[in-house]
């Protein structure tokens, strides 16, 4: 389907159907088509449940789908930033960061050094040598933030990463998350149940319909102007989602 | 290194963790009931004066103990021996059983519910099989080895499949090949519930060395309690029941020690709201 706006496209979904556990299988994506620029934030808005996590596994490559195809124009592997902050709890947060690196084949030292960079990044310097535990939810997802960020992919997959936190550090946290993406610019999909949020990151909005997941609708928010929230509330509505 | 631009203001650091001391109100606490319990015990028996081969004072006791200390350190030696064996083997065979359980289907499926079926054997009822098959030391340590293992199997079952799937989604995405996923994200994982169950098979093999020795065996403080009962030695037997109660609080403290020193991320200082 063609976007009709002049950027490249980084991410593009096909028809992409999947089912998921057997006796029976459970349909879990019926047909999805996704476009996301490269370089924008797409965001994805829908129920609870309705395969919003499995569409960002396919695209992730993590699960392969019975048919349709999925195409990155990334030179690397998308990186999965998911909702709780999944920092592994035995390893600092320096170390948690340096993970990304040393799966990349950096030596550790190397990737210790790049991680204490990331992590000053995102305005946690001086925390490096803290264990996950002993940081509030924010700073978790600020070091998951950072780990993102040394993957260097350039196709981020966000799903519902500010879900669990409270309101004033979510809106931190969409802050941080736009001043980074200043620096380098990576195509983001984010996956959202909340209408502001979509509205306030995203360049486009999907709508998802209950599951099976198929995309209902699509916006582009600077098109919608400030009635963008009313249009996706109002598109939400009629996939027969109760908003 | 290279400067990068910061996005964010660093926040404020955080306050050094404090340094963990001694609570000596707390130590009082956890040593205050066991005083108690000897001291009554010792004024009652001044008071009723009641027939040392029946129920000897804490002090007759301690008294006995020290006097016969050679013969007590020569069973203590032999039952420590069996005990350390018997524990040792058990970790092992126990966490090589709870990983093949936790990563094969099949294996789960063969050895889990017959593990489980197995703990309805009274063990103890083996022991003078296991002694008609091996030599002593041999049946010893087998039957602490199987009294030990079955906390470090389920232990080690539960927490290799506790794994959060949110963080093998996120290393996943990251690059980790399945080796690395097992190596760094389940295994640590489920130390801290393996470390449960080796702390209780700590104790148990213990249980296992002494209820060995004493259904079958004339060495180690087992066989000693059942010897010395036998020939009205009742201090003797004390002694070598308190001895054992040490050995199974040096076990149990081991264990602790190495927890604590495997799993930095879980002391308390570390945590917040910790004092």
């Known amino acids: ?243 | 290194m290279t400067t990068v631009p910061q996005v964010e203001p660093a926040l404020p650091a955080a306050a050094a963790p404090r340094r963990p001391r001694i609570r000596w109100g707390q130590v009082a606490a956890a040593v205050a009931l066991p005083l108690a319990l000897v001291l009554v015990w010792q004024i009652s028996a001044w008071i009723m004066q009641p027939r040392e081969w029946i129920l000897p004072s804490p002090a007759t006791i301690a008294r006995t103990g020290w006097d016969v200390r050679e013969r007590l350190w020569h069973h203590a030696q032999w039952t420590m021996l069996i005990t350390v064996v018997g524990f040792a083997l058990a970790t092992v065979v126990g966490c090589l059983l709870a990983a093949l359980i936790a990563r094969s289907r099949v294996a789960g499926l063969m050895l889990y519910p017959w593990i489980i079926v197995s703990q309805t054997i009274p063990l103890v009822a083996l022991a003078p099989l296991l002694v008609l098959w091996m030599p002593e030391f041999g049946a010893m340590v087998t039957l602490a080895a199987l009294i030990s293992i079955f906390p470090v199997i389920v232990a080690g079952v539960d927490g290799l499949r506790s794994t959060d799937p949110e963080l093998i989604r996120a290393v996943r995405t990251l690059g980790a090949s399945p080796g690395w996923t097992w190596w760094h994200v389940r295994v640590p994982a489920a130390l801290p519930r393996l470390f449960t169950g080796l702390r209780l098979a700590a104790v148990f093999a213990v249980t296992g060395a002494v209820v060995g020795e004493l259904v079958a065996s004339d060495r180690g403080l087992g066989a000693l309690t059942r010897l010395s009962a036998g020939q009205f030695e009742t201090p003797v037997t004390f002694a070598a029941v308190v001895i054992l109660a040490l050995i199974g609080i040096a076990m149990f403290l081991i264990v602790a020690v190495a927890e604590w020193a495997a799993l930095p991320y879980l002391r308390r200082g570390t945590r917040p709201g910790s004092r």
């Open chain 1, 1 to 243: 389907m063609p976007h009709g706006y002049d950027t490249e496209i980084a991410i593009r979904v096909d028809d992409v159907h999947l089912a998921l556990g057997d006796d029976p299988p459970l349909a879990v994506l019926a047909g999805v088509d996704l476009e996301a620029c490269a370089g924008e934030v797409t965001a994805i808005i829908g129920p609870s449940g309705c395969g919003k996590s499995t569409l960002l596994d396919v695209i992730a490559g993590l699960v392969v789908p019975d048919s349709g195809s999925v195409v990155t124009a990334s030179s690397g592997r998308p990186v999965l930033m998911p909702q709780r902050d999944a920092l592994m709890p035995w390893r600092t947060l320096r170390d948690n960061v340096a993970a990304a690196a040393e799966l990349r084949g950096t030596p550790r030292g190397d990737a210790q050094a790049l991680a204490d960079r990331e992590v000053a990044r995102v305005g946690l310097a001086g925390f490096g040598d803290h264990y996950p535990h002993a940081l509030s939810g924010g700073m978790r997802q600020r070091g998951a933030l950072a780990r993102t960020l040394l993957a260097e992919s350039d196709i981020w997959l966000l799903d519902e990463p500010f879900g669990a936190l409270d309101a004033l550090t979510r809106s931190e946290m969409h802050r941080v998350l736009m001043a980074v993406r200043e620096q380098v610019a990576p195509t983001i999909v984010l996956v959202t149940h909340e209408i502001a949020e979509a509205v306030a990151i995203a360049d486009s909005v999907l709508v998802a319909s209950p599951g099976p997941m198929r995309i209902v609708s699509r916006m582009r928010v600077a098109d919608a102007g400030p009635d963008a929230a009313h249009e996706v509330l109002a598109s939400l509505r009629a996939a027969g989602v109760a908003a």
